[in-house]
């Protein structure tokens, strides 16, 4: 009995993914597969603009819009874009297709990949019930498995974990 | 020789680690596994992987700009 209680559980993490943009999507879902792989208990909370990163199917975009910088590999030099350009309508999705461009020459992987080999890996995800109701969505617009809690199920999952990260 | 081989020549952090891992969950204790990447993220990587796994990096070498590492799955 002594034993048993003298096991040395997993160590936990904790994540709470507020950002859904192309380029945010990755520090959690990259983190968070790195630490399930490396046998910690790795649970995800999706609030606010994190939350669609649980839908179904992603269309992830970025913005160089108030982002100096993003400065993207292009004719052997790093060049960013002034502001008054990135407000023309279409400078969004010909970035996020740059960067997708980028990434798959890069081998990087895709959000989707890493989120499936997430789920696959047992990573908790609870999406935030607050942030559902704020933008109507419902559970059958996610992917399967995450479920769903507020800040007191966050804040005692963070209270078990030794890492917890804001993202 | 390794009784698995996996090719992570052209990807990027943290593809590396998440094949290693996959590989190693289908082995056996002892069970030894054999990774090339050409990330060079990946040779910190890999140190810490087993650092904090537990299982043993056996070898880590480049030959050219390919990096190969060994690891033994911990008992």
Not at chain 1, 1 to 18: C, D, F, L, N, Q
């Given at each position: 009995?002594?034993?048993?209680?003298?096991?040395?559980?997993?160590?936990?993490?904790?994540?709470?993914?507020?950002k859904?943009?192309l380029?945010?999507?990755?520090?959690?879902?990259?983190l968070?597969?790195?630490?399930?792989?490396?046998?910690?208990?790795?649970?995800?909370?999706?609030?606010?603009?994190?939350?669609?990163?649980?839908?179904?199917?992603?269309?992830?975009?970025?913005?160089?819009?108030?982002?100096?910088?993003?400065?993207?590999?292009?004719?052997?030099?790093?060049?960013?874009?002034?502001?008054?350009?990135s407000?023309?309508?279409?400078?969004d999705?010909?970035?996020?297709?740059?960067?997708?461009?980028?990434?798959?020459?890069?081998?990087?992987?895709?959000?989707?990949?890493?989120?499936?080999?997430?789920?696959?890996?047992?990573?908790?995800?609870?999406?935030?019930?607050?942030?559902?109701?704020?933008?109507?969505?419902?559970?059958?617009?996610?992917?399967?498995?995450?479920?769903?809690?507020?800040?007191?199920?966050?804040?005692?999952?963070?209270?078990?974990?030794?890492?917890?990260?804001?993202? | 020789?390794?009784d698995?081989?996996?090719?992570?020549?052209?990807?990027?952090?943290?593809?590396?680690?998440?094949?290693?891992?996959?590989?190693?969950?289908?082995?056996?204790?002892?069970?030894?596994?054999?990774?090339?990447?050409?990330?060079p993220?990946?040779?910190?990587?890999?140190?810490?992987?087993?650092?904090?796994?537990?299982?043993?990096?056996?070898?880590s070498?480049?030959?050219?700009?390919?990096?190969?590492?060994?690891?033994?799955?911990?008992?």
């Open positions: 009995m002594a034993e048993a209680g003298s096991e040395r559980r997993a160590k936990r993490m904790s994540i709470i993914v507020t859904g943009t380029d945010w999507a990755y520090p959690p879902f990259i968070a597969t790195t630490a399930a792989a490396m046998g910690l208990d790795v649970t995800m909370f999706f609030t606010f603009y994190g939350l669609p990163l649980l839908l179904r199917k992603l269309d992830l975009q970025l913005s160089p819009l108030g982002n100096p910088a993003m400065k993207m590999p292009m004719a052997g030099m790093h060049m960013g874009m002034p502001n008054i350009a407000m023309i309508p279409g400078v999705s010909a970035a996020s297709a740059m960067m997708n461009q980028l990434m798959r020459k890069k081998g990087v992987a895709t959000i989707e990949d890493l989120r499936g080999l997430a789920v696959e890996s047992g990573v908790r995800m609870i999406a935030c019930q607050m942030t559902m109701d704020l933008f109507d969505y419902t559970l059958k617009d996610m992917i399967e498995g995450p479920e769903l809690g507020g800040a007191a199920t966050y804040i005692d999952v963070a209270t078990q974990s030794e890492i917890n990260l804001f993202i | 020789m390794a698995q081989t996996v090719d992570a020549k052209g990807l990027n952090c943290p593809l590396p680690i998440l094949r290693a891992k996959k590989a190693l969950q289908s082995l056996g204790a002892g069970g030894t596994i054999e990774v090339l990447a050409t990330d993220g990946s040779v910190k990587d890999f140190q810490a992987f087993c650092r904090t796994t537990g299982n043993e990096l056996v070898e070498s480049t030959e050219g700009n390919v990096f190969r590492f060994v690891l033994r799955k911990a008992g």
